[in-house]
Nanobody
Framework: QVQLVESGGGLVQPGGSLRLSCAAS????????MSWYRQAPGKQRELVAT???????NYAGSVKDRFTIARDNAQNTVYLQMNSLKPEDTAVYYC????????WGQGTQVTVSS
């Protein structure tokens, strides 16, 4: 059974940083493309960043040059380093992967506020 467990969210001031982690199980992690999504109150869930099995990454325009996605295949973990955070980054962040069907973690809340 595929399980994705996020951690690392919290409250941070504008301009601050957070690192999210997502531990995966039930899949051959090194073969999986992994993604981070987010959903702000009253808005649709949006794709934030993706990293392929080969390590290639892509970002939403709104986070490019501020966020970095990375993976550790030995730890079956994907990370999202978020720098220069803005209030508009406030959302629940979800880890996700496609393995016959789309799987989601439970989400972790990120709040950017002074």
């Amino acid at each position: 059974q595929v399980q994705l467990v996020e951690s690392g969210g919290g409250l941070v001031q504008p301009g601050g940083s957070l690192r999210l982690s997502c531990a995966a199980s039930g899949i051959i992690f090194r073969f999986q493309t992994m993604s981070w999504y987010r959903q702000a109150p009253g808005k649709q869930r949006e794709l934030v960043a993706t990293i392929t099995s080969g390590g290639d990454s892509n970002y939403a325009g709104s986070v490019k040059d501020r966020f970095t996605i990375a993976r550790d295949n030995a730890q079956n973990t994907v990370y999202l380093q978020m720098n220069s955070l803005k209030p508009e980054d406030t959302a629940v962040y979800y880890c996700s992967t496609l393995h016959y069907s789309r799987y989601w973690g439970q989400g972790t809340q990120v709040t950017v506020s002074s």
